[in-house]
């Protein structure tokens, strides 16, 4: 139970996460001078908060004796929603390489 109740506290911090670089990214012009900078930050940051969730359902998926969390429903939608978040920050740092390309 311990172990599960880490795995949805750093679902959240990890959509916490996202939430902040997004903050940054709308919020001022550049917190770098270069925009690729920002891309590579993003899309790494974007493919590490996809790994958590991605390796969590594919453990309920593959794993038979893996009976999931109690409330399963709700565990799967925050890893979905982990997920999307994931996708939007690498989505977000794609956006900044081409800004920096599009602009020369």
Not at 2 to 13: A, C, D, E, Q, T
Not at 44 to 57: E, K, N, Q, T, W
Request: charged share 10%; proline share 4%.
């Amino acid at each position: 139970m311990k172990r599960r109740s880490l795995s949805i506290v750093m679902l959240l911090g990890l959509i916490l996460v996202a939430v902040i670089y997004s903050g940054i990214i709308y919020s001022r012009p550049a917190f770098t001078t270069i925009d690729w900078g920002e891309g590579v930050v993003g899309v790494m940051l974007g493919l590490f908060i996809c790994s958590r969730p991605a390796a969590h359902l594919l453990d309920l998926l593959y794993r038979s004796h893996y009976a999931g969390p109690p409330n399963l429903w709700i565990w799967i939608a925050l890893n979905l929603l982990t997920l999307l978040v994931g996708v939007i920050v690498v989505f977000i740092g794609v956006m900044q390489f081409t800004r920096s390309t599009v602009g020369h």
